[in-house]
């Protein structure tokens, strides 16, 4: 993995004892290593019916049991809208587990001495952050009043031991318009920046993407993604969260990680409902 960027490993505070015990359905002595997994766009703390309940959403992650989760549309101090608190951090420490937030937007405060206005994504672990970057793509802007499309911030990869194995889990959130030019070239960075962590007999390590693609998993800007990627295919639409209509939230493995299950979670607590999946890694390749 490369080291462009000086990354920030945010941890619970006072949790690192309890985080460094194996999570209770991980078996020590198995050559299968379980890994569940969660994706959720948690709509920057609001519900279903847009009220910012930051409980709610910590309950929904909490009755998932993951290892590992990916959240989209993360607001750390942005503003009113979610109380000018740190969702990454504070959801982190509810839930016990490591976190390290990538912004996409790292604004200027509104006061001297405030911290910064941040928005973008996050991984929580309960295994510790051996390593992590915050990486660019093409953006198109929803800050810039004409924006074209250029390289910004906001794809976070983190390198996990689990249970000795290492896993790389990347966390996304494609373009939402209409057009799918800018999700197209989006698609083409990620299968770029992953490949990056290949040697070059293409052995790659193993690799989880989760993520809000915007696209149902036929749409033709996605078809490059699935040539390297296994979707893990749960049963059940992701958005919006009631009477959801399509699915556009995805966990999606590489080589070495076998899907043993999936399923959409019912719940109101975001906009979108959460993709939870279990996965499984043999130790050794």
């Given at each position: ?16 004892g309890a985080l460094a015990a194996p999570p209770a ?55 009113a809208r979610s109380g000018w608190r740190d969702l ?186 959460p993709v939870v999946a279990d996965l499984s890694m043999?130790?050794?390749?």
């Open positions: 993995m490369s080291t462009r960027r000086t990354v920030q490993l945010a941890l619970a505070a006072g949790l690192l359905h991980a078996d020590e002595g198995s050559r299968e290593v379980p890994l569940r997994v969660v994706s959720y766009n948690i709509h920057a703390g609001a519900g279903m019916d847009n009220v910012f309940d930051l409980d709610r959403q910590e309950a929904a992650l909490r009755a998932l049991d993951a290892d590992v989760i990916g959240l989209q549309e993360v607001d750390v101090h942005w503003g990454a951090g504070e959801l982190a420490a509810r839930l016990g587990m490591y976190a390290y937030f990538a912004p996409i937007y790292s604004l200027d405060p509104p006061a001297e001495g405030a911290p910064r206005r941040e928005y973008g994504l996050a991984v929580l672990s309960r295994y510790p952050i051996a390593d992590a970057e915050n990486h660019e793509i093409t953006r198109l802007s929803t800050q810039d009043p004409d924006p074209v499309p250029a390289p910004a911030p906001g794809f976070p990869e983190v390198v996990l031991r689990v249970k000795g194995v290492p896993v790389h889990v990347y966390v996304t959130h494609l373009d939402y318009r209409p057009d799918p030019s800018v999700r197209a070239a989006q698609v083409a960075d990620t299968r770029r920046i992953m490949a990056e962590d290949c040697d070059g007999h293409g052995r790659c390590p193993r690799q989880v993407l989760l993520g809000d693609f915007n696209a149902e998993p036929a749409a033709p800007e996605l078809a490059p993604l699935w040539e390297d990627l296994t979707d893990s295919a749960p049963a059940g639409l992701t958005f919006p969260a009631l009477n959801p209509v399509k699915r556009i939230d995805y966990v999606a493995v590489g080589d070495g990680v076998r899907v043993r299950g999936g399923a959409v979670a019912e719940t109101l607590a975001s906009d979108h409902r043999r130790r050794g390749r």
